[in-house]
């Protein structure tokens, strides 16, 4: 039986790895357009060279796993064409081809590899007095904002958004204005409408300065699905039943940041357990079996605040903040692991998770 897993980040990695432990007489093929791993909890490290976030391939497949380091066009009928004109047969295809940025003209997306490498780059040529503005106010513009503001206390650093940690409780939003405040971290609440060079005009018409500009936005998902026929919603999500496959095609199993799941978030912990679930339902489905729906509740969200701090932010199942977190050096350890964990996940198939809220 061949498999097709389009996508090398977390979800499609650990799908990979787990079938192929459970399922070890498949034929599984990896498509992805780059032959590293990147550990995308690790780009903020990486922009501001206080870490790496990549690693080879080859370390994090299971041997007999076939990889091809290229893009899938199109999704065909049990066949996937590539961008260099060849295709290829697939009796299943896990579509994992994650979530990308759409950043304003100007702006450099920090959520992708291509755009942290820039910006590191860019960051690294910056005089000392240069103004870095990051543009958005979730987890990865935190992130990326605490992690320059503490390896360059030589910049202006700058967050632009209406909002900054809305997803978290009112006492972790507190916290991370005081952090941002401790690292003398400038926060401007607007939008940003147009980026003209170095000048940002914002959404209430006032301009402001900026030598740099990171978008630290993920809101937007590769144009596959759509591409291929496959229905999606209105975000161009491919959607999905119950167990995880195309509503459109069953032979295709789509995860991560790309499928349409109810009460879902783009997150590798989100996408890891709904590539293990694809590999076990195809385990199942190979053995006769019926397969089963997918079940995932949360437990909370965390964030580094530079190397030596971080929040861990505690959630329901249905991923609604509580309003306990831990903050501190502890929480930095607990996000380091975790981050770690991800990587030993996405490497072994090993990957475990709480079920959902029940109905």
Known sequence: MNIVVIGAGYAGTVAANRLNRKAPDTRITVVNPRGVFIERVRLH???????????????????????????????????????????????????????????????????????????????????AGGIVTVIGGGLTGIETTTEIAEARPDLRVRLVSETVAAALSAGAQRHIRNTLARWEVEIVADRI????????????????????????????????????????????????????????DPRVFVVGDCAAVPGMRMACATAAPQGAHAADTLARMIKGREPRPFSMGYGGQGMSLGRRDGLMQTTDREDTPQRLYISGPVAAFAKERISRYAAYASRTGNSVWISGPKQ
């Open 193 to 248: 409408a147009e980026i003209d060079g170095t000048t940002l005009r914002l959404g209430s018409g006032a301009e402001l300065d900026s030598d740099l500009t990171l978008w630290a936005i993920i809101s937007a998902v590769p144009e596959l699905a759509a591409r291929s026929g496959l229905a999606v919603d209105t975000d161009g999500r491919a959607l999905v039943d119950a167990s995880l496959r195309s509503v459109t």
């Open 45 to 127: 490290e990486q922009l501001a060279g206080s870490g790496t976030a990549d690693r080879p391939l080859t370390e994090m497949l299971r041997d007999g796993i076939t990889v091809e380091t290229a893009s899938v066009d199109k999704i065909g009928d049990g066949a996937v064409t590539l961008d260099d004109g060849r295709s290829l047969d697939f009796d299943h295809a896990i579509l994992a081809a994650g979530s990308i940025a759409n950043p304003l003209p100007g702006a450099i997306p920090v959520g992708t590899w291509e755009g942290a490498e820039q910006a590191r780059i860019a960051l690294e040529a910056l005089p």
